[in-house]
């Protein structure tokens, strides 16, 4: 897809085409996610913009500034040659942006992960104490209050607080991304944080673990291959770095967006849409997403 401008579309958010975008689903989940394909692609645009104009937390113009450099072609993003010789992030308003709770305690989990996988993840009290604090916060915000409608008129939960506890089970439940040999993932992992599998960067589609590796000195900012249509935030950039020396060919990330956009867009899908791509609207124009 060399020229997504003209279609809207962009590169789909997916860790590779082997795996799902969030976790290894029990039995009982599969079940319940086919209860969901009566969902219609104007039901998925609706819904979809809904929870883009309720995301009151996104950044405003000018609390991020990114210095995008050089634009390759996606034919060219597997090379991984370094086209950049400054950073991505310009500057970010901290002070402001990660001030507000959902921010405040994505941040907080953000070290609870070992990025290898192969390596069991252990969960301590104080770290599911942190998973608590991010859901509760997130589950305050239009944006999931939007989504919990929408799935309560689907019939698909009985109550809000049976979506959030599936939810939890959903993004925080381990599962093995190493042929069984260790519980050393979860949708949450794997999506926010990132992981290395196979000698490459999976997952890391959140903008502010990409700011914080960074920051941090541990991401390398190559190059750009896609910069969406949006004017204001959430935009949407396609993007190669390396992780710790670890390449990311083309890492898809809704730049500027809240945490809670973010959980609660890609909850939508992939309930709505497994192991697909899922079309939906954000701002008037078209985005998909793989599950």
Not at 66 to 95: N, W
Not at 125 to 131: A, M
Not at 276 to 287: E, I, P
Request: proline fraction near 4%; hydrophobic fraction near 35%.
């Amino acid at each position: 897809m060399e020229q997504p401008p003209r279609t809207g579309l962009w590169p789909p958010l997916s860790s590779t085409s082997a795996h799902r975008l969030l976790y290894c689903p029990p039995g009982r989940e599969r079940a319940e996610l086919l209860t969901l394909r009566s969902i219609s692609d104007d039901e998925l645009r609706d819904v979809s913009e809904q929870l883009y104009a309720a995301d009151g937390n996104r950044a405003a113009s000018g609390e991020i500034i990114l210095d995008l450099q050089h634009r390759i072609l996606t034919s060219e993003a597997s090379a991984g040659k370094d086209y950049a010789s400054k950073s991505l992030f310009k500057y970010v308003a901290e002070a402001t942006l990660f001030a507000k709770p959902t921010f405040a305690r994505l941040l907080a989990l953000l070290d609870n992960y070992d990025k290898m996988t192969g390596h069991s993840e252990t969960l301590t009290s104080e770290e599911e104490e942190e998973e608590e604090a991010f859901l509760e916060a997130v589950f305050r915000t239009p944006v999931m209050a939007t989504l919990t409608r929408f799935f309560l008129a689907k019939g698909l939960y009985p109550s809000a607080d049976a979506f959030q506890a599936d939810l939890k089970d959903m993004w925080f439940g381990l599962c093995s991304r190493s042929s069984g040999a260790a519980l050393d993932s979860s949708g949450f992992e794997h999506v926010f944080h990132g992981e290395i599998k196979k000698g490459t960067v999976s997952g890391c589609h959140s903008w502010v673990q990409l700011y914080e590796l960074e920051k941090s000195g541990q991401l390398n900012y190559l190059s750009y291959s896609y910069d969406g249509p949006w004017a204001a935030f959430p935009d949407v950039l396609a993007l190669q770095y390396r992780w710790s020396g670890y390449l990311k060919s083309i890492g898809s990330v809704f730049m500027g967006s809240s945490p809670e956009f973010d959980l609660a867009l890609y909850t939508l899908c992939y309930k709505a849409r497994p192991d697909q791509q899922c079309h939906v609207s954000l701002g008037g124009k078209a985005a998909r997403i793989q599950t």
